[in-house]
């Protein structure tokens, strides 16, 4: 436990240096994808390596190809920064390494999902016993998004609804019957019929 509390000490220093570099180092690195791929293309280790070892190399290779997001300066897309408190929540829940599928591999996160989903209800003024699903990533919520629409479009496609009523155009020679009925029957020998023509409907 000792190595392992001086590692994420030296860890957390790391991280520190990074957010304390963040107002004079260049916004987008300036290292080339070459010099990158030879800090961080390295060959597979046949033997494994001290852990502090490794997050030295790691930090001291990526560092000039990381680009300064949470420097308040970057402005490429709408990325949000982390505050401090959320950065060191994010390490706690590293460390914690749960499973918040169900709420028997943690009960915390199971309870901490519902206190989140009660906030974020109470600020959007909704009901408190409106629905609400906590997903990851981006792709997921849009596939999510995809099928919610789709199963409320095949909902409301099977809804029965009347088809609306047409109206037939009189065929022309419907049109000169109807003119000839108020003057009596039509002198040609090719209209038979001297009724009132009425519009036809179907359904």
Not at 26 to 33: E, K, S, W
Not at 128 to 137: E, I, K, Q, R, V
Request: aromatic share 10%; net charge neutral; charged share 20%.
């Amino acid at each position: 436990m000792t190595d392992t509390r001086a590692l994420l000490r030296r860890t957390a220093e790391l991280a520190a240096d990074f957010l304390d570099s963040l107002e004079d180092r260049p916004v987008f690195p300036q290292a080339t994808p070459d010099e990158l791929r030879a800090s961080l293309g390295v060959p597979l280790q046949d033997e494994p390596l001290e852990p502090e070892q490794v997050v030295e190399e790691l930090a001291a290779a990526a560092d000039p190809g990381l680009v300064a997001i949470p420097s308040g300066r970057y402005f490429g897309f709408v990325i949000g920064g982390g505050l401090p408190a959320a950065l060191a929540a994010d390490w706690l829940t590293s460390t914690w390494d749960q499973n918040a599928g169900l709420y028997v591999t943690s009960p915390a996160n199971a309870v901490v999902e519902e206190a989140v989903a009660g906030w974020l209800l109470e600020l959007l003024g909704l009901p408190s016993t409106a629905s609400l699903g906590f997903t990851w990533l981006k792709t997921f919520p849009a596939c999510t998004a995809v099928v919610w629409c789709a199963s409320t479009f095949c909902f409301i496609s099977s809804i029965p609804r009347p088809r609306p009523s047409r109206m037939r155009r009189a065929s022309r020679r419907d049109r000169h019957a109807r003119t000839w009925s108020s003057r009596g029957a039509c002198p040609t020998s090719a209209c038979r019929s001297s009724r009132p023509v009425k519009w036809k409907y179907w359904a």
